[in-house]
Structure formats: structure tokens, C-alpha cells
């Protein structure tokens, strides 16, 4: 059998240890004024905290995360969890939608029933997917391949290609922002042929096409430029540490529940279109639900890694390198950094660009319903004919 039935299931031990650690919390102290770059709230993370010791429930969050049909499956030596829905519809158009941090799979959970069963939420039943939603290797319950530290997007892309073949789809579509744009670009890069079209969220930031000596930057490239560049300079700090110094980073992430869930929560309210009031877009059972996949799996570290790996492979295109294949791209405003479209153009074959009215980081929970429209739209006329 390619791939076995999983459950989620955290044990009693674990549970157990959590609460004990969540009653001797010690958080900072509270009051004064909260300067720009500081961070998350002491108010807030002590509202969280006292939730998620005396109220949330986790008992009902993996009954409600075990609706869903879930697998293991082993590929070029790592175990690989996924989630994989079919379509109910004529032709369901296979598709593979990732992640990236720190997200998890929980992050695409709201757009699997709007794409596999359209017709259920005002939809048209010829618009219907097969779903597969995988964990990133080192994520969550995809585990990474004994003695070795981690994978990049290439051989990732290698992984899911196999796992998508597996299942018996020869060709299908990748989805994906932020890890899961840098994933299916480069499945784009290694296995064109085995992809019908890409749609993106996000646009690797690690991306940059081949450019000839002579080639001119635009004004809004250059802008974009340095933009980014400052971006990094006061926002990119988490990424800097998880591509330096992970491991020592991990030692406080993976000891601490309150410490990993201010890291991963702190990037919600950040990076998600809510103006500073995280709970406009995000209910505490889905931050924590978040948060629990990384605490019970202790995958800080090897989650962390990726970036290692992104650092010394990035996506940088050479000559003759180009996504051929049909790309869509769905701007959310909040999502930054974000190239022009001339910029992702000298790379990809961009046939759809939609700038979305509003949204961040965050696609597939912030905005499902515009998110899967745009999916949707943009594979519609590279549906497979009958007898394909």
C-alpha cells in the first residue's frame, strides 16, 4: 500500500506535562506603553496563556481535525502526513496546496471543502479539485529522513511529485504561499510536465530571475528592491535567527509552550490583515490548534531548518531557467514583500494576477472564499478535456 491511514492523536502524557508547564508560566511584567518592533503583548499573551490552560479544548479540535481523511506515506526517506479529499464533481482537478511557517496544514483546512465540493457553497460542481494538503518534512507529522538535517524546496518538490504520482495523479495543480509558493515553483522548475497550472499567493523571497547584464530594472522593481530590504532590516529578525542559529533557538521553543506560542502568534498578528486585534481574523482555538501541532510534535527545530536549507539554496534562477507553465497570482495587500508583476514576469509564465481587496500572510485562513474564487478561475479553461 503507497500510504496508510493516519489519526491525529496527542497522548495523555504530553497533555499532561503541557498544563503542568502552562501553571508555572513567567511572563513579564505587565503595563506600559508597548513600542513599535517590541512584540507581542504581556496582556495578551497572558490572555492566551490562561485560555489555553483553563479553556481550550483540545480533546475537540483533534475530533474535529480527524473529519478529515489523513495519511502517512514513506518517500525517498521521509514520512510524509497529508491529507488528501476527493472532488465531488464530473472531473475533480487533482491539486496539492502547502504551507509554510508558521503555518501548518490546520492553515488550508477552511478552503478544502469550498474546493472539493463548490456546489455545497454556491459553486459550479465542474469546479471541483482532489485536495491534497501534505505537512512540510520536519513539520508537524511529517517526519525528516533519518541523519540528515533537512530538505530543501527542490528535493521537496521531488517528494511531492512522487507523493502526487502515488496517488495516481500524472498531472495536477500546486497552490501555495509563503514555503508552499517556493515549493510548487520549484516542482515548476524540476517537473513542468508534470503540472497543469500554479497558483500563488505569495512570491518566494528568495526568488530572483536570471537577468543579462544589459537588462534595465523598472522603477517599481527597484522600489520593490529596496523596500524589501528594509522590510528585512525591521521585520526579518525571526528569519535571520532560523537560518543562523536554529538549534539554540529550539532549546527555548521546544521547552516552553509559552515561549513557541508567542513566536508563532506574534507573526499572525503581524502578518494578518487585523489592524492590531489579532481575534478580528484569528479565534484563540485556531491560533492555539496552530500551536499545538508544532508543541506535540517538537518540530520547532526541524521546522526551523528549512530556512537553513532555503539560505543555501535559494531560488535563483540561471539562464534559461523559467516557470513555462500557466501561473496564477493572487496579491493580498497585507502580504509583504511583494514584487510587481514585471518583476515576477521575467520568471514565470504569469497568465492570472489578482489583486485581492484585502488579506495578509495568512491566505487560506484569512480570506478563503476570494482565495479558492481565484483558484478556481484562474484553472478553469486548463481543465484536462474528457479523454486527456
Request: aromatic share 12%.
Amino acid at each position: 500500500m503507497f500510504a496508510e491511514p493516519f489519526r491525529v492523536s496527542v497522548d495523555q502524557d504530553t497533555l499532561t506535562d503541557l498544563r503542568r508547564r502552562l501553571g508555572q508560566t513567567r511572563l513579564g511584567k505587565p503595563g506600559g506603553t508597548l513600542a513599535p518592533g517590541d512584540g507581542i503583548s504581556v496582556e495578551y499573551m497572558t490572555e492566551l496563556i490562561e485560555y489555553w490552560r483553563d479553556t481550550f479544548d483540545w480533546s475537540a479540535q483533534e475530533r474535529s481535525l480527524n473529519r478529515w481523511r489523513h495519511f502517512r506515506a514513506t518517500i525517498d526517506g521521509a514520512r510524509v502526513h497529508f491529507i488528501h479529499e476527493p472532488g465531488r464533481g464530473p472531473r475533480p482537478l487533482p491539486i496539492i496546496v502547502t504551507h509554510g511557517w508558521p503555518g501548518s496544514f490546520v492553515e488550508m483546512l477552511k478552503v478544502i471543502p469550498l474546493l472539493t465540493d463548490p456546489a455545497s457553497y454556491g459553486g459550479d460542481d465542474s469546479d471541483a479539485f482532489d485536495v491534497v494538503v501534505p505537512s512540510l518534512p520536519g513539520f508537524g507529522f511529517s517526519e525528516l529522513p533519518t541523519g540528515r538535517h533537512g530538505l530543501n524546496a527542490f528535493e521537496i518538490a521531488n517528494i511531492w511529485n512522487q507523493l502526487m504520482h502515488g496517488l495516481g495523479y500524472q498531472r495536477f495543480g500546486a497552490q501555495g504561499g509563503d514555503f508552499g509558493a517556493s515549493i510548487s515553483t520549484a516542482i515548476g522548475l524540476r517537473h513542468p510536465g508534470s503540472l497543469i497550472g500554479m497558483h500563488l499567493n505569495y512570491i518566494p523571497g528568495s526568488f530572483t530571475p536570471f537577468l543579462e547584464a544589459s537588462a534595465p530594472l523598472t522603477d517599481q522593481e527597484i522600489a520593490f528592491q529596496a523596500g524589501a530590504i528594509a522590510w528585512y532590516d525591521t521585520d526579518g529578525a525571526y528569519a535571520h535567527v532560523q537560518r543562523t542559529r536554529p538549534r539554540t533557538l529550539a532549546y527555548g521553543l521546544e521547552d516552553s509552550p509559552v515561549g513557541l506560542a508567542a513566536w508563532i502568534v506574534e507573526k499572525f498578528g503581524e502578518w494578518g490583515d487585523c489592524a492590531g486585534h489579532i481575534e478580528s481574523r484569528f479565534t484563540k482555538d485556531e491560533l492555539l490548534s496552530n500551536v499545538m501541532i508544532y508543541w506535540a510534535t517538537r518540530t520547532a527545530y526541524s521546522a526551523s531548518r528549512l530556512y537553513v536549507e532555503m539560505r543555501d539554496h535559494p531560488l535563483t534562477f540561471g539562464p534559461g531557467e523559467y516557470i513555462d507553465v500557466p501561473v496564477g497570482v493572487a496579491r493580498l495587500p497585507l502580504e509583504a514583500p511583494f514584487p510587481p508583476r514585471e518583476w515576477v514576469e521575467r520568471g514565470y509564465r504569469v497568465e492570472r494576477w489578482t489583486e485581492l481587496p484585502s488579506g495578509g500572510h495568512f491566505a487560506a485562513m484569512e480570506e478563503p472564499e476570494r482565495l479558492v474564487e481565484d483558484i478556481r478561475a484562474f484553472f478553469r479553461p486548463l481543465r484536462m478535456p474528457d479523454g486527456d
